[in-house]
């Protein structure tokens, strides 16, 4: 298993009230996210499981292109990753952090 | 957001499809809006201490969901697996939870929903996982003793196989869609240790008419046939949580009369088939293909479900 | 030890005890000439819907009857019976019924011992053995969930990698000391002793006991199982709580 961790400062904090959300589930091209509000300021985490090791720069680069859109500052991103790819790991981040900023419910 | 698109948004959660549901989803839409209460909940990060040792990703709910929420109202405790990490199969954490959920419905004398979605047992922790099972089946027949409800929902992907299907048969009643399957072992582990002429495995017709939900709701191993909607299983949960609670003596010795006449009425039967036949269904090789609406009228022409048996 | 030596010593004064196409049930005497009740399975025989209904059946004679007994539930048997009609006419519902059976007589007064002297696996295993109050094993009896073989097919890892991991962690690998250390078996009997004078100790112990479910619990002090009576527990208190 590899544990990755990338700290940003995004450009502002994330809206909404809720203290966290989920998306996703563990299982063969999936991952789940769990995010959670509790970092400072703009202050923006991303922890990462998994097993398929080697790919550091990827997710690096998934990672700060998902910050740079979003903005989601004060939050924790803590991923249980089942060999997704990339472009799955970007949809639920957004997943996410929409789920986390609510959109009306 | 208004009270007409918040309408629509349930309306939307309860025509979903329980078989593509992941559990979270079901879970939030079987019960009334904002009435959920996680238990142990995935920030607790309570994952399994030994997937680690076979490299395997952990879940942060180790694939268990369970809590307390109100479905039509009516407070319930509530559990549901994820059929699709790990088969939603039996470990350490995701069985614990289930056993602590049930010795509390026990002492609180709240009624229980249980959302199956599991291949059986986790092999990675086999011992940890057998047992739970045990435990989980005392702490559910403990509580029914004690006049607790105790409801299974049969829908998932992973079907509900070894101990589960076990726990299922513990539970009050049971409620299974047509992509249900219960059964001990899997078609797989038959084939394997027996020969594809005991059972093809990849004969997806024959896996249906043995363990699949209509043949379940036929032979009387579940009570209400469901169509795959959150709307259907809904109803159905709310259906048997007003039904007969107690397990007592006469209970056993009335399940015993009813398996015993089933072993005289079809213990010869080769196929699901000769049984459908023997039930009077004129047209067996027809069931497979009917429509929910067609099956459900044809399964309360055809079968009595008896109450006060399991 | 056979069926017979264990027969003769738990029941030195004899029994009437019998075995049918590989199913037990009959009577002996406690150490004080009370009853004790004898059901189970030997030969190595697999537990299919027949075999759950008869044994059922006895339960629910014992049931029925004028005393108090214990139900000593003797286990040498194989898996549950893997076959196209066993599933069909609901294997799960029958193994289910004997395992309800067993713990209502329990809760009803005739408390439930396991005796482990052979073979047991999985639905078998879960349905007799497991569904007793307290569970007892001899030396030499062989639980399992999965055999490795098919452990090692359905995970795809080599069994040679499968049989080193299983020496740091009893969590998975077949066998009465991993069982016991998960809390499954409360103890293993000494055949050199009277098993009469054995079953009598636990029986006397057992009847003293509040009746809770500890098995997790002995699986934590025995380090086989860490966290399942914390997370059980916990649950439990915070549905209290949310009450």
Known sequence: MEHLNYKHTARARATGEKKQALVGVVASGNLEVLVERVLPGNECEIEIRTAAEGFGEVWKEVVADFVGRRSPGGLKFSINDGGARPDTVALRLAQAARALEGDGT | MSAASAATRIDDALAQSWYEASARQRVDALLDRGSFVEFIGPERRETSPHLPLFDLPEQFDDGMIVGRGRIDGASILIAAQEGRFMGGAFGEVHGAKLTGLLRAARELRTPVVIAFDTGGVRLQEANA??????????????????????????????????????IAACCSALAVSEQGRISVSGPEVIETNRGVEEFDSKDRALVWRTM???????????????????????????ALLAGAVTLTRATLLAEQARLEARLDAFGDCADALDIWRRLGIADAASVPAMSYGEFDALGARIVEVIHDAR | MTLAEILASLFPQGSSVVVEDGLIHGQGRRVDGSPLHVIGVCERRAVGIDEAAKLARHVLEIIAGEDNAPILVLIDSDSQRMSKRDEMLGLNEFLAHLAKCLILADALGHATIGLLYGHTAAGAFIATALATRTLLALPGAEPVVMDLPSMARVTKLPIETL?????????????????????????????????????????????REAGKDERDVIGKQRNGRPKAADIALHVQELARASA
Do not use: W
Request: one cysteine or more.
């Open chain 2, 212 to 238: 699949g939900g209509k043949h379940r709701r036929l032979i009387g191993g579940a009570e209400i046939f469901v169509d795959d909607t959150v709307a259907s299983f809904r109803a159905a949960a709310i």
């Open chain 2, 129 to 166: 996982g057998e047992m739970a099972i045990a435990e989980i089946m005392r702490a559910l027949l403990e509580a029914r003793l004690a006049a607790v409800n105790v409801i299974g929902l049969v829908g998932g992907r992973a079907g509900c196989y070894g101990g589960g299907g076990l």
């Open chain 3, 163 to 207: 049989q080193a991991m299983a020496k740091t962690t009893p969590v998975f690998a077949p066998g009465l000391a991993n069982l016991a250390q998960t809390g499954a078996v409360a103890a293993t009997l000494d055949p050199q002793r009277s098993l009469a004078a054995q079953v009598e100790e636990i029986l006397v112990a057992s009847a």
